[in-house]
């Protein structure tokens, strides 16, 4: 897994949530038959999260970028 100081706005998502900056360790991937996308992140601390897109267009993920910044859910993993 990438550390955090090698991941940015060039290599991953990166989105605010709850005062805290989350930077995604892989590419998100469709899950749910297509329907969701999905991707590991990990905060300036090290902890772990799973999240969540939904009602993104398969055939339009380019066309989509806006929608990465806003995740439909975000959890932290222990």
Do not use: C
Request: charged share 25%; hydrophobic share 35%; no cysteine.
């Amino acid at each position: 897994m990438r550390r955090f100081n090698e991941l940015n706005v060039h290599n991953s998502t990166v989105i605010q949530w709850e005062g805290k900056l989350l930077i995604t360790t892989q590419d998100p991937y469709p899950t749910n038959e297509g329907k969701m996308y999905t991707a590991l992140a990990i905060d300036e601390d090290g902890n772990k999260y799973i999240l969540v897109w939904d009602n993104i267009d398969p055939l339009a993920v380019e066309e989509s970028k806006s929608d990465w910044d806003q995740p439909s859910g975000i959890t932290r993993i222990k």
